[in-house]
Nanobody, 122 residues
Framework: QVQLVESGGGLVHPGGSLRLSCVAS????????MGWYRQAPGKQRELVAV???????KYADSVKGRFTISRDNAKKTVYLQMNSLKPEDSAVYYC????????????????WGQGTQVTVSS
């Protein structure tokens, strides 16, 4: 049982910044990858960024150089710093985690947050 709770979304002007946070809780044994996806109206959900427990993060080409993903393993939290925001970044952003629970230590499963709205508009 893993719950992911996102926060930090909101309305910003083009060129502005937002910092999203996602905290994982529950009977977590360990978390492998954590990441952020987004889905805009009429579009498919897409991967924005992913970061492994220990290693280099990966980014969608559309956000590379503008967004930075990071995580705090002790806090079971993943962050997404979004700078130089563009209107096309507007979407619901979903937190994702690939985690092992104490009930299924050897069988990781994917978990999703409820999403947080990011709107970039003038």
């Amino acid at each position: 049982q893993v719950q992911l709770v996102e926060s930090g979304g909101g309305l910003v002007h083009p060129g502005g910044s937002l910092r999203l946070s996602c905290v994982a809780s529950g009977s977590i044994f360990s978390i492998n990858d954590m990441g952020w996806y987004r889905q805009a109206p009429g579009k498919q959900r897409e991967l924005v960024a992913v970061i492994p427990k220990s290693g280099s993060p990966k980014y969608a080409d559309s956000v590379k150089g503008r967004f930075t993903i990071s995580r705090d393993n002790a806090k079971k939290t993943v962050y997404l710093q979004m700078n130089s925001l563009k209107p096309e970044d507007s979407a619901v952003y979903y937190c994702y985690a690939d985690a092992h629970t104490f009930q299924a230590i050897y069988t990781p499963r994917g978990y999703w947050g409820q999403g947080t709205q990011v709107t970039v508009s003038s």
